[in-house]
């Protein structure tokens, strides 16, 4: 079943992004392994990211589940199987499949979410399946089937390669994907444009030839605009419409009583004139233009119509499906893609079928199933009411953290308690979704799990373990076809993940005679040889085994006319503001981190470049609401709250903050965002509106600042923290109103009895305290009243050393055997911090490639550079 | 003609005041040095170190006989003064040897008190001041058994220390509820009362003396509240009381000690007082280094320098149990004042550090002493130390690295 674990190179695929990079893995024997990108790899021909190229720092065991755990206690398998089993069955009986829901995850590989779909929609006999990617990719989805007729991204990577302009629509690619953003700057430095489309400046925008500020929520009325434009200006395709499309006239009137003309267009989305017009006209005038967008565009109340907005000017120009040319979703997680291929939301029913009756149907008799669904289920945010009102009585969650990422986390967090069942499938053995009474299943990670993932070109890949499951952990799958034998259900015979992926294969083709795009046909076949050894290959395969790089550049929608259809959208809807909430919260990811940090927390290099949860301020906001730069504020919803540090930035659009998604209570103080986002959703995906959310904020402080470490996690005493990873445990800086008593009580839930240290000087509101066992530091706090305070760098060797004794026990406490502070990392891949490359500027570097020279800063990911390039302007030596 | 100088009192304070002169003054008086004792000047601080083998007896002696030979002090010993005739200006000794001075120091130190219980006269009961307190204390310890020893202060821990380290099995009582209360507050008492417990004595505290037991020799130790512990030594070791038998006799102002001036000038104006003896500022000091600064005064003043005046000390402790360090200066308890405070009580470590309006004006040091000196250096001098400030606890190399 392990094929492939081998004390040598295995190749994989990174467990982050959409890009799917290929990945080459060299175990090194001792738990560890050498993470390098796979150069034979289509999608990153071997380049990693930050993330990616920290891998190796997170297949640590330390903060794993590896043991089934019921009520807090560890069982063994059969009883924690049982207990699923059995509980599944009380609450089907006394309720019926509606009272039971999946939540699942993008980052399932393929073959997990096959046979979660296979047992929820065929045998249990509910639709409620439903995943993190509703969060991500859900209006791209329902965007695509309106339009397309079917889910189909219908352009490839090389078509970044090979376009003429590249417009950046709600995506941040040079953080959230860096690896293609790095390909559209090379393209770039081959003479394409770029051109980026976002309220917020951001690295992507930093890097392109023209920022399109435009205000929150109008991409659909600029790219209404554009389609008046390019029709009123002769741009149309006239004979791609007629052959391939329908609805146009009406969806053209639509567009024009939006944005009528180029000043209406600059009225209503808040830009100068001369930057609407010089858009239009680059777009009008270049065929080869790829528009790539990302959440700005997905996680919106009218998200469906903003992609709508955008084919359909691709459609009226009949630029799609060629060569440099077309629409192109980016999508967020490693294997978004695989649960939509499935089925695994709720809205699909499997294999690209909707609940129509012949699909059902259909599927109900390949699969052999005896109580199929029949109609669409609850997407996330209805499932998680649905738990609070108490109609979903039996929830299980494999491999996500809801109550940090969902919209109103607080109340996700409550509905949990409602549950009579709540099973967690999960790699760590504590997320913040999980409840005293829940069922933990220790599953594979990243690095064991045998399978498939398909990246945002259609392109799926083999993730391929190169290291044994970690205590008792099994695959997801294995675990769910275990409680579906236990339930008593026929048709769950697997063995080993090909087994799955060729059943899965078989739907995709089951019947279909090319009325569906998505279509495995010959991988139906393979044996576990081939499934093994299976290159990357991009759906829908053909008959040679080869995939397509391109759809519909000659047509062949999947509608029932073999038409593409234009969509009338609805006017933009722009968050409603008030003087209790008189601002527009922006969510979304920064450089090294992914999602709610559960991996990429664990590694020290990424923890360096964003170590705390933030908020960036506009100058002339930050002004007003009395905030200071490094200082702290409190942002408000109608939802929660948060505590975050002040980021002033002048690309911050005045009126709106921005906070990224990443911290959790685990991991910070009052930094889960997800606590302030509203619940408002697009009426076509349900995906949640996570970008404009109104809120409130100023400026809050804490009695006292300083730092904390400690071998592991812990909850610090209330205020601001967030922890990062460093040499053999964390840190945090914390901020707080907790007395010396109350501090030294939290490091001893983590340092247990060890020797304590301390020193107190109340005048100066000074509290430094160390627990050593045998010498070596368990657990530390600084902690001051002023400015400058503490950092970990005045105790990062003594936090080192193995045993502290005589006089470096004794100036412990002082700090003062370390250097001075190096500054946030900017180069993760090096280890490069601000300092350094300060000195880099000051001694002549005046191009990020001199940096480089100097400091290797930028030269392998190259994530860092928009970042360089701003430093060398403003940093330059007078 | 050199004038005649009568030291009366051959301890170390008049060894540290004959040392002054002979710098300041060498040859301007006629120096004679009056000792009870038989033997050569010795230093009294390190008896507890003898009583606990760590230094030979021979090894304590101050200055060496032909160091007073070269300083052309003639040396009286073995003969206490019997009285002084302040209008002849002569002193007699119990020989009946009078010897004419025409300055006097009074460098009498003090004597050691015995509680007023019964029983504290018995055989077996001593008390810790001189050699031969300390001679008789080893031999007992050599017969080995039980002590008892009442005072939890610096003598009688360094005793306790001293018997354990012979070879005794240790009680020390002390009347309060932490040891050297006059020197540590309660943390500080705590880990020294560790310490010493982790070199074998047991530590009785809140302990209050009845008596001692035994019809003709010391049996052991009744307290109070009833209980008995058993001993066959009993040393008491509670405190020191200024020796101002001749200045009373000779119708000088005593308190508490000799009365003295800034000058170190007792009511007489040719007579003057130190050390241990002596009270200056209202003041009765019982420890050395006040004595040796009163000595660097009185030197002064006696070779001329009319400026020289004692403005007080920092009364300042060290204990001189090995392994312990015990270190206590100015005021350690720093109510109303600013404190720092370091604590690795495991490591035996702690430290406070009384700060006011920018001047360090006590300390307490238990574990590490190494900086004593430079504590009181600076609280003495009255040195502004905001420069230093959160380092200062750590050190003076750390603080001064600065």
Aim: glycine share 10%.
């Amino acid at each position: 079943m392990m094929h492939g674990i081998a004390p040598r190179t295995v190749k994989t695929t990174c467990p982050y992004c959409g890009v799917g990079c290929g990945v080459a893995a060299t175990p090194d024997g001792r738990g560890g392994a050498a993470i390098a990108g796979d150069v034979d790899h289509p999608a990153n021909l071997g380049r990693l990211c930050s993330k990616g190229s920290a891998l190796g720092e997170t297949l640590a065991l330390e903060t794993r589940l590896l043991h089934p755990m019921m009520k807090g206690a560890r069982v063994g398998w059969d009883v924690a199987l049982d207990a699923v089993a059995n509980g599944l069955r009380r609450v089907l009986d006394a309720h019926g499949p509606d009272a039971v829901a999946f939540y699942l995850s993008g980052q399932l590989l393929t073959e997990d979410y096959y046979i979660a779909n296979k047992l929820m929609k065929g045998f249990i006999g509910s639709a409620h399946v439903d995943t993190n990617s509703r969060l991500c990719m859900a209006s791209t989805v329902a965007g695509h089937k309106r339009a397309l007729g079917s889910d189909t991204v219908p352009g490839c990577y090389e078509d970044l390669d090979r376009a003429d302009l590249l417009v950046l629509t709600g995506s941040n690619a040079a953080w959230c994907h860096p690896v293609l953003h790095q390909r559209m700057m090379a393209a770039k430095a081959r003479g394409a444009r770029m051109i980026v489309i976002d309220p917020r400046g951001t690295e992507t925008s930093e890097g392109a030839d023209q920022h399109i500020a435009l205000r929150h929520g109008t991409d659909g009325a600029l790219f209404s605009g554009l389609f008046v434009y390019l029709a009123d200006g002769g741009f149309l395709d006239r004979d791609f419409v007629a052959a391939h499309t329908r609805d146009f006239d009406a969806a053209l009137a639509r567009a024009r009583s939006i944005a009528p003309d180029i000043d209406a267009t600059a009225r209503v989305c808040g830009l100068e004139r001369v930057a609407v017009a010089s858009f239009f006209e680059t777009w009008a005038r270049t065929p080869r233009v790829v528009t790539l967008f990302s959440q700005g565009v997905n996680q919106s109340v009218v998200g469906t119509d903003k992609v709508a907005a955008i084919l359909n000017c691709h459609l009226a120009t009949g630029r799609i499906g060629r060569e440099g040319m077309g629409p192109f979703s980016l999508t967020g997680q490693p294997n978004a893609m695989g649960g939509r291929e499935v089925g695994g939301l709720a809205n699909q029913l499997a294999a690209h079928m909707g609940f129509e009756p012949e699909n059902v149907e259909r599927v109900g008799r390949f699969w052999n199933a005896p109580n199929m669904a029949r109609t669409e289920g609850l997407k996330a945010v209805d499932m998680f009411d649905a738990i609070a009102s108490g109609r979903v009585k039996a929830l299980w969650i494999m491999g996500t953290n809801p109550a940090v990422s969902l919209p109103r986390a607080d109340d996700i967090r409550a509905a949990l308690r409602q549950l009579d069942l709540l099973v967690v499938s999960e790699n760590v053995n504590s997320t913040d979704s999980t409840t005293p009474n829940a069922i933990l299943l220790p599953a594979t990670a990243w690095g064991e799990k045998d399978g498939t993932v398909t990246n945002s070109e259609r392109r799926i890949s083999r993730q391929r373990p190169f290291m044994p499951p970690a205590g008792e952990a099994r695959p997801d799958w294995m675990i769910m076809r275990d409680v579906a034998r236990r339930l008593g259900f026929a048709g769950f015979d697997y063995n080993e993940p090909a087994d799955i992926f060729r059943e899965h294969a078989a739907l995709s083709t089951f019947e279909n005679d090319g009325q569906r795009d998505f279509d495995l046909g010959p991988l139906a076949t393979l044996d576990g040889e081939a499934y093994d050894a299976l290159a990357p290959v991009q759906w829908p395969v053909r008959a040679d085994g080869t995939g397509e790089k391109r759809l519909f550049a000659k047509g062949g929608f999947f509608t029932s006319d073999g038409r593409a259809k234009f969509i009338a959208i609805a006017p933009p809807d722009v968050a409603e503001l008030s003087s209790a909430f008189p601002f527009i919260l922006n969510t979304g990811r920064v450089r090294d981190q992914w999602h709610t940090m559960m991996r990429t927390g664990l590694s020290q290099r990424l923890g360096a470049h964003r170590p705390e949860p933030f908020v960036t301020v506009h100058p002339d906001d930050a002004a007003r609401a009395g905030l200071v730069a490094g200082g702290l504020a409190r942002v408000d919803s109608a939802h929660g709250a948060a505590t975050l540090r002040v980021d002033i930035d002048g690309g911050q659009t005045p009126g709106t903050i921005f906070a990224p998604i990443h911290w959790n209570d685990e991991t910070s103080g009052g930094g889960r965002v997800g606590a302030l986002v509203h619940p408002l959703c697009d009426p076509f995906s349900g995906q949640p509106d996570s970008k404009a959310t109104p809120a409130n904020i100023a400026p809050v402080a804490f009695a006292r600042a300083g730092f904390i470490a400690a071998r592991h996690r812990f909850a610090p005493p209330a205020g601001f923290w967030a922890w990062r990873p460093v040499d053999g445990g964390f840190v945090a800086t914390l901020e707080t109103d907790a007395d010396d008593a109350a501090i030294l009580a939290a490091l001893r839930s983590v340092g247990g009895d060890g020797d304590e240290l301390t020193l107190r000087d109340e005048a100066r509101g000074l509290f430094r305290a160390a627990l050593l066992r045998d010498g070596r530091i368990e657990a530390i706090a600084f902690l001051g009243r002023a400015r400058p305070i503490a950092t970990f760098a005045m105790v990062a060797d003594a936090f080192g050393a193995e045993r502290l004794e005589g006089a470096a026990r004794r100036a412990l406490l002082a700090g003062r055997a370390a250097v001075a502070d190096a500054g946030p990392l900017v180069c993760a891949c090096f280890g490069v911090p601000l300092n350094t490359i300060q000195a880099a500027i000051n001694a002549g570097a005046a191009t990020p490639e001199a940096i480089g020279a100097a400091t290797k800063a930028g030269t392998n990911c190259g994530s860092c550079l928009p970042e360089l390039r701003r430093m060398t302007r403003a940093l330059a030596p007078a | 003609m050199s004038e005649p100088l009568v030291i009366v009192g051959k301890g170390m304070a008049a060894t540290r005041l004959v040392d002054e002169l002979s710098t300041r003054a060498l040859g301007r008086h006629a120096i004679i040095v009056i000792g009870a004792e038989p033997r050569p000047a010795y230093n009294r601080v390190l008896l507890s170190s003898v009583l606990a083998g760590e230094v030979d007896p021979a090894d304590i002696e101050l200055k060496p006989a032909a160091w007073w030979r070269a300083r052309g002090v003639t040396t009286l010993y073995g003969g206490a003064v019997a009285s002084i005739d302040r209008a002849a200006k002569s002193v007699t000794l119990e020989s009946g040897l009078r010897v004419a001075y025409s300055k006097l120091v009074l460098a009498t130190g003090s004597h050691p008190i015995r509680l007023p219980t019964p029983g504290m006269t018995l055989p077996g009961v001593l008390t810790f001041r001189d050699l031969r307190d300390t001679d008789a204390m080893l031999a007992a310890a050599r017969r080995g058994g039980r002590a008892v020893v009442i005072g939890g202060g610096l003598l009688g821990i360094e005793a306790a220390h001293g018997l354990a380290r012979a070879g005794m099995r240790v009680t020390l009582v002390h009347l309060m509820d932490r040891l050297m209360e006059r020197q540590l507050d309660a943390r500080a008492a705590d880990l020294l009362k560790r310490a010493i417990e982790a070199k074998g004595v047991t530590v009785l505290l809140g302990a209050d003396t009845a008596r001692v037991t035994g019809d003709t020799v010391a049996t052991g130790l009744e307290l109070k509240d009833g209980r008995v512990v058993p001993a066959d030594l009993v040393v008491c070791a509670v405190g020191i009381r200024a020796n101002a038998d001749l200045a009373r006799a000779s119708g000088l102002a005593i308190n508490r000690g000799v009365i003295v001036d800034a000058g170190m000038a007792t009511s007489d104006q040719d007579i003057f007082a130190l050390g241990e003896c002596a009270e200056a500022g209202g003041v009765v000091y019982g420890l050395v280094e006040p004595a040796y600064e009163q000595a660097r005064v009185l030197a002064r003043r006696l070779a001329g320098d009319t400026r020289a005046a004692y403005a007080g000390s920092t009364p300042a402790t060290n204990l001189k149990v090995s392994g312990v360090g015990v270190f206590s200066a100015g005021d350690f308890v720093g109510e109303g004042k600013e404190t720092v405070q370091l604590d690795d009580a495991a490591d035996g470590l702690y430290k406070k550090l009384v700060i006011d309006n920018a001047r360090l004006v006590g300390a307490i040091l238990i574990g590490d002493t190494r900086d004593a000196l430079w504590y009181q250096e600076l609280i003495r001098d009255n040195i502004d130390i905001s420069a230093m400030r959160d380092d200062l606890i750590f050190g003076r190399a750390l603080a001064m690295a600065a």
